[in-house]
């Protein structure tokens, strides 16, 4: 890895906001494009890696739905856009330019500060619980339910109505039930009594 500490500030395209960054997040994925693990067939080095992001709007079009000052959050292709033929950048920066299809507001109880390590690991959560076109009263298994995704998805279930269950290793089982509010909570060896198909609904 090489800090480069005068790059330039990335010129914004028609249908971009132009992005002051607040907070990042390193994801698995980061990970593996850093190391290689990831398209190692595409010559996607050397590049700014990350794809999430939260930050301040610096400038967007005329008539855009954001405006100057805006608080934002996205997941934007940054992390594999070099080596998939994108031109745009990653997130390790002080600044992106990201579409705005890429881009939400952020609501104003959500810091900036950590609102950067929501957005990948938010929205996996969130589509795995829609794949399993859940029902309020429904029963839900996460797995990993202390990781990155997996507390995400319990609070979201919690939202959606959903009855859930949770495995986590033996150390944070009383993060789930004290911290996370989880209806049940376990590790993985008894977690069978949970997998009948009579009584779950989805399972992430």
């Known amino acids: 890895l090489e800090l480069v500490q005068d790059f330039p500030i990335p010129a914004r ?8 960054l607040h907070s990042s997040s390193v994801n698995p994925v980061d990970t593996y494009m850093r190391s290689g693990l990831f398209r190692p067939d595409a010559d996607g080095a ?28 996205a997941l934007t292709p940054g992390f594999m856009a070099k080596a998939t033929g994108d031109s745009s950048q990653g997130t390790y920066a002080q600044y992106v330019a990201a579409d705005e299809s890429h881009i939400a507001l952020l609501p104003a109880g959500i810091p900036l500060d950590t609102a950067g390590g929501l957005p990948l690991v938010g ?3 969130w589509q795995a619980l829609m794949d399993g076109q859940p029902v309020e009263g429904q029963r839900v298994l996460v797995f990993a339910a202390s990781g990155g995704v997996g507390h995400v998805a319990v ?3 919690k939202i959606l109505g959903l009855y859930t269950v949770a495995v986590a290793g033996p150390k944070n089982t009383v993060k789930g039930h ?13 977690i069978q009594q949970h997998m009948h198909p009579g009584r779950l609904r989805t399972a992430i």
């Open 13 to 20: 395209k028609p249908g971009q906001v132009l992005v002051k």
């Open 46 to 73: 050397p590049c700014v890696l990350g794809g999430d992001l939260a930050g301040v709007v610096v400038e967007a079009d005329e008539g855009s739905r954001f405006k100057k000052g805006d608080h934002v959050a």
């Open 123 to 125: 929205l996996t959560a």
């Open 155 to 157: 609070q979201l279930a």
């Open 178 to 190: 004290d911290v996370l509010g989880l209806a049940e909570v376990g590790h993985h060896q008894g």
